[in-house]
């Protein structure tokens, strides 16, 4: 896909961090933006810094757990816009035991909860994407392109982040299902998986957004701990701005390329694990 000027994209988690640098970046090539997110403040936020530049934009609240939710996302958009070129499942969650930054946990002792709540968006926010956006874009028979972001969690393995690491999993495969089922039909829609390393947004503190069916019984970050968490996250692990992975999604979709990597190196720690697959050896240790 290289023709982007009048085309609209749509990008959950799209008020801060990775979905909304890849909307602006949408926005700078003369597309129309569709903002879907939790966070109402920063929706409507992120919705008039758009038009402030003129940028046509659509903020819709939406919660990707939920399938009615994304559906009527997908409604209010074909009502508005019609046609969507660019779909990005972007939208993601990592719980506070999960990280192991507070109080860490092993796999058995995770709260239910924080398995329940980070599949609910990192993996079923994507399948209820593409059930709700998909038919309807095979079905124009236009370009178009589906942004599935994953992590270099999803590609490696350790013994950190295993929730979360798993959900990543997941999306990475179900982006391989769907990519090869739209070229069994020879379809014009392309798909990428965004697999990021480090990247300096405030999914760390993602738990602002939790909503209370997934609270109960759920370990609560310290007051302490939510206020020092971006920044503990910054200096340990993230080391690269949103506009820079949303530049590189930008020229993959160009090149229709599948698998997005965007962290220089990151390519050894799979290569590294498809070795030790390969070899029968344990695991490697990335995370």
Request: proline share 4%; with cysteine.
């Amino acid at each position: 896909m290289r023709d982007f000027r009048d085309k609209v994209a749509v990008v959950t988690g799209g008020a801060s961090g990775i979905g909304k640098a890849m909307a602006e970046r949408f926005a700078q090539e003369g597309m129309a933006v569709v903002l879907a997110d939790f966070e109402r403040e920063a929706l409507n936020a992120a919705a008039a810094e758009f038009r402030q530049r003129e940028q046509r934009v659509l903020p819709v609240w939406t919660d990707v757990s939920n399938e009615d939710s994304v559906q009527g996302l997908a409604d209010e958009v074909r009502r508005e816009f019609g046609a969507v070129h660019i779909l990005c499942n972007n939208a993601g969650v990592v719980a506070e035991s999960d990280l192991g930054m507070q109080n860490p946990r092993r796999v058995w002792e995770l709260s239910m909860k924080d398995w329940h709540w980070t599949f609910a968006v990192n993996f079923w926010g994507v399948v209820h994407g593409i059930r709700a956006f998909v038919p309807d874009m095979v079905a124009r028979n236009q370009d178009a392109h589906i942004v599935n972001t994953a992590s270099i969690a999803g590609l490696t393995s350790g013994a950190a982040l295993p929730i979360y690491g798993a959900s990543k999993h997941a999306v990475v495969r179900l982006s391989e299902g769907l990519y090869h089922q739209l070229r069994q039909m020879e379809s014009k829609v392309k798909v990428s998986v965004l697999c990021p390393g480090g990247v300096r947004t405030r999914i760390t503190s993602a738990a602002r957004n939790r909503p209370e069916a997934f609270r109960e019984g759920a370990e609560a970050p310290s007051p302490e701990w939510a206020a020092r968490s971006d920044e503990m996250w910054s200096q340990r692990a993230a080391t690269m701005e949103p506009s820079e992975v949303a530049d590189k999604v930008w020229r993959a979709i160009q090149d229709e390329r599948f698998y997005i990597l965007t962290h220089p190196g990151s390519e050894e720690g799979v290569r590294r694990r498809l070795e030790a697959i390969l070899a029968d050896a344990a695991p490697t240790r990335e995370y």
